[in-house]
């Protein structure tokens, strides 16, 4: 409609020397003008009827005045009110407003379904076991114990766990890990990911909305549902800057009606301010930024909560961890091997790990563990006997070989002095002592295992200035051992789960804190922190105590989450510094502060910067990507 509108307005007509002139032309234009205002406006008349209803004026009324305006004043022309129509500028307003409506209604839709979309890539059919055979079902069809066959190459239907096969499963699309994760009997999986070279076969664990993705799904939408702080900010600045832009609407109309008494100029840059000074981008400056982050933080299994407490990420000056499956992988290991005779480390390990090889004690599990890891093969063991509370022993080779305990030297009186065996103790470690025909050839450490990824997240950490503090229930001498190994700024022993929420407190006088456990014992601690980061909670993502809930057992991700927070931020000022900077120079120019100079706005150019500062906002929220 637009177009006929343009070629029957006088004043187009003037500036592109044509005329256009027939019976009842006026009328045509009027008719089609009020069309547009309230079919192309209605959009915006609604929003300003619930803004009204809600006593929360906003953009909508901006929009709302200033098209009002522009029809109204140009329909009492028509009928007969001196002076000259402009719904040509009507037309060509609500045009330029709705396509930024659209353009801003478009990214952030886009970014909230960006999760969303990982819904549809699950498979719509299973292969159900049942009787020993295998019948393809509907996904919708299966229930909680059901077992589903899983081909190679194939997307894992369901959240279940391994019962028969092993096999490599990609898990990069839903938490993020790049690397395939090996998956055994007894190992959980999470319907979506895609299934690698082996077949497996799974029991049904979750359904419906109790399955992984669609807890991730639900989270972020809390989480892009919740206001933040910056949020409550833009609220507030667009709410005055309403207000603002209308008393400077009605002044700027008052004032050139007296000083030129032309009603139809001076309505002309009252509708202009109005049109200017919507806070489309302001509005748009947080909820965009929010959206993107969300759904990237999610792609990377770190799943945010609590936008409130995500955003203290950025001030963060201490992280305090615990210990155990934290910065430990919960498990004992090989941490030292120490050489007594003339044998190298690998063959006390190798000789060490055969002994154990028929053990059930959780030493000889970290043992055997650490030699497969390192690819050692291990000897049979003949006339093997286990001592209990001293070690086990057997024969190779016609030697008589023993893993012994520090117990059984001290009883056999079998005397060692090493600096290195004495820093170990010190360290809490337990050693344990290979014997070849009863002489001390090697000893062996064990510790529960630090992570690789620990010294990375601390050392990134320590680099942003955060100092990293360990928390634990542990004993004194095996958390100095762990704090000193990672370069930890201070650590607290022995502490029990209802003391760590007292220390939190204690470190909180000094420090913005964030706390990372394991969202269970660690539950009062996570809630007294600032931030508190439940880590490797897997496919449990519903740990209440925690604000943000890591996917992955990996420290390195709380790094993440700090640059991402502080990023985040970055975005969310840098565009609510642009929307308000926009404004400030936009308006008084609207007004005609620069007239004298002959420098004026039309409302139709006034629309255009004013949906160019929206998409600026846009395309600045979409870099948080890059």
């Given at each position: 409609m637009t177009v006929p509108i343009l070629a029957l307005s006088p004043f187009i007509q003037d500036i592109f020397q044509f005329e256009l002139v027939f019976t009842g032309d006026t009328i045509v234009l009027f008719l089609l003008s009020t069309f547009v205002y309230f079919y192309g406006g209605y959009p915006f008349l609604k929003g300003f009827f619930?803004?009204?209803?809600?006593?929360?004026?906003?953009?909508?009324?901006?929009?709302?005045?200033?098209?009002?305006?522009?029809?109204?004043?140009?329909?009492?022309?028509?009928?007969?009110?001196?002076?000259m129509d402009f719904f040509w500028e009507?037309?060509?307003?609500?045009?330029?407003?709705?396509?930024?409506?659209?353009?801003?209604?478009?990214?952030?839709?886009?970014?909230?379904?960006?999760?969303?979309?990982?819904?549809?890539?699950?498979?719509?059919?299973?292969?159900?076991?049942?009787?020993?055979?295998?019948?393809?079902?509907?996904?919708?069809?299966?229930?909680?114990?059901?077992?589903?066959?899983?081909?190679?190459?194939?997307?894992?239907?369901?959240?279940?766990?391994?019962?028969?096969?092993?096999?490599?499963?990609?898990?990069?699309?839903?938490?993020?890990?790049?690397?395939?994760?090996?998956?055994?009997?007894?190992?959980?999986?999470?319907?979506?990911?895609?299934?690698?070279?082996?077949?497996?076969?799974?029991?049904?664990?979750?359904?419906?909305?109790?399955?992984?993705?669609?807890q991730v799904v639900e989270l972020?939408?809390?989480?892009?549902?919740?206001?933040?702080?910056?949020?409550?900010?833009?609220?507030?600045?667009?709410?005055?800057?309403?207000?603002?832009?209308?008393?400077?609407?009605?002044?700027?109309?008052?004032?050139?009606?007296?000083?030129?008494?032309?009603?139809?100029?001076?309505?002309?840059?009252?509708?202009?301010?109005?049109?200017?000074?919507?806070?489309?981008?302001?509005?748009?400056?947080v909820p965009l930024v929010v959206a993107v982050s969300t759904s990237l933080a999610a792609k990377a299994?770190?799943?945010?909560?609590?936008?409130?407490?995500?955003?203290?990420?950025?001030?963060?000056?201490a992280v305090v961890f615990d210990k155990t499956g934290t910065l430990t992988e919960g498990r004992f290991g090989v941490t030292d091997i120490i050489p007594l005779a003339d044998l190298d480390e690998n063959e006390i390990l190798r000789m060490t790990a055969s002994l154990e090889e028929n053990s059930e004690h959780p030493i000889a599990a970290?043992?055997?563990?650490?030699?497969?890891?390192?690819?050692?093969?291990?000897?049979?063991?003949?006339?093997?006997?286990?001592?209990?509370?001293?070690?086990?022993?057997?024969?190779?080779?016609?030697?008589?070989?023993?893993?012994?305990?520090?117990?059984?030297?001290?009883?056999?009186?079998?005397?060692?002095?090493?600096e290195k065996l004495d820093r170990l103790a010190r360290q809490g470690k337990t050693v344990v002592f290979l014997l070849e025909e009863n002489k001390p050839v090697g000893a062996v450490a064990l510790a529960d295992i630090i992570r690789n990824e620990s010294r990375e997240a601390i050392d990134e950490l320590k680099s942003m200035n955060i100092k990293c503090i360990m928390l634990t229930g542990d004993n004194r001498f095996v958390a100095e051992w762990v704090a000193k190994d990672l370069g930890l700024d201070d650590f607290f022993a022995e502490v029990l789960p209802h003391q760590k929420a007292e220390v939190i407190k204690k470190i909180q006088n000094n420090y913005i804190v964030a706390m990372v456990g394991d969202g269970v014992n660690d539950a009062p601690a996570l809630v007294q922190a600032d931030l508190g980061i439940a880590i490797g909670a897997g496919t449990d993502v519903a740990v209440e105590s925690a604000g943000i809930v890591l996917v992955r057992n990996d420290p390195r991700d709380?790094?993440?989450?700090?640059?991402?927070?502080?990023?985040?931020?970055?975005?969310?000022?840098?565009?609510l510094i642009w929307a308000t900077g926009y404004n400030a120079f936009a308006i008084p120019l609207a007004a005609g502060i620069l007239y004298s100079y002959g420098i004026l706005l039309s409302p139709a150019i006034g629309a255009i910067f004013m949906s160019a500062s929206t998409v600026i906002v846009s395309i600045n929220a979409k870099l948080l990507k890059m």
């Open positions: 619930y803004e009204i209803k809600d006593n929360n004026v906003g953009m909508m009324t901006l929009i709302s005045v200033a098209i009002s305006a522009a029809y109204f004043y140009s329909s009492a022309v028509v009928i007969g009110l001196e002076g009507l037309a060509t307003l609500i045009d330029i407003m709705l396509l930024g409506h659209w353009i801003e209604m478009r990214s952030v839709v886009g970014a909230s379904r960006a999760l969303e979309e990982l819904v549809k890539i699950m498979p719509s059919e299973a292969h159900l076991i049942k009787d020993g055979q295998t019948f393809d079902v509907k996904v919708d069809a299966l229930k909680p114990g059901d077992k589903v066959l899983v081909k190679p190459g194939e997307k894992i239907p369901v959240d279940g766990a391994v019962i028969e096969g092993e096999t490599n499963v990609n898990e990069s699309m839903l938490t993020g890990e790049s690397k395939p994760v090996s998956k055994r009997v007894g190992d959980d999986v999470i319907g979506g990911s895609i299934n690698g070279e082996g077949s497996i076969s799974l029991e049904v664990r979750k359904i419906g909305s109790e399955t992984y993705l669609n972020v939408r809390q989480a892009q549902e919740s206001k933040s702080k910056t949020q409550d900010l833009a609220d507030r600045a667009a709410r005055v800057l309403t207000i603002i832009a209308l008393s400077i609407g009605a002044v700027t109309f008052v004032a050139w009606l007296y000083f030129i008494e032309d009603s139809a100029f001076a309505v002309e840059r009252a509708v202009t301010v109005m049109v200017i000074s919507c806070p489309h981008a302001l509005g748009l400056a299994g770190l799943l945010v909560r609590d936008r409130s407490a995500f955003e203290k990420g950025k001030d963060l000056q970290g043992i055997l563990s650490s030699s497969r890891e390192k690819g050692v093969e291990l000897d049979h063991i003949h006339e093997f006997k286990a001592i209990p509370g001293k070690g086990i022993e057997g024969r190779v080779q016609g030697k008589r070989w023993m893993v012994a305990s520090p117990g059984y030297l001290r009883e056999s009186k079998i005397d060692i002095n090493d709380v790094t993440s989450i700090v640059r991402l927070s502080k990023k985040t931020s970055t975005k969310m000022f840098q565009n």
